[in-house]
Nanobody, 115 residues
Framework: QVQLVESGGGLVQPGGSLRLSCAAS????????MGWYRQAPGKRRELVAA???????AYADSVKGRFTISRENAKNTVYLQMNSLKPEDTAVYYC?????????WGQGTQVTVSS
């Protein structure tokens, strides 16, 4: 099993920044994909950004140029640096790890962008 613990969410004003962290523990295989998803009230969960073990990344069009995903493989941790935040970025942000032995999700962390 894999446990994912997110941190770093909170309340921020429009134009501000936050950095989310997701620490993985348990049966971690060296090759995996980690990503951030978000779900706003009344909407479907959507991909925000993903990164594979080798470092290749993918982003939703809505966050390109504003968000940056990165990872520290030695710490089994993935980060999401969020800049120029907008009210429409308000959502619960979930960490996900996909590997050969399973598909795992964190509990989520709330991000609220409001003045």
């Amino acid at each position: 099993q894999v446990q994912l613990v997110e941190s770093g969410g909170g309340l921020v004003q429009p134009g501000g920044s936050l950095r989310l962290s997701c620490a993985a523990s348990g049966s971690i295989f060296s090759f995996n994909t980690m990503g951030w998803y978000r779900q706003a009230p009344g909407k479907r969960r959507e991909l925000v950004a993903a990164i594979v073990s080798g470092g290749d990344t993918a982003y939703a069009d809505s966050v390109k140029g504003r968000f940056t995903i990165s990872r520290e493989n030695a710490k089994n941790t993935v980060y999401l640096q969020m800049n120029s935040l907008k009210p429409e970025d308000t959502a619960v942000y979930y960490c996900r790890l996909v590997a050969v032995h399973g598909d795992f999700w964190g509990q989520g962390t709330q991000v609220t962008v409001s003045s």
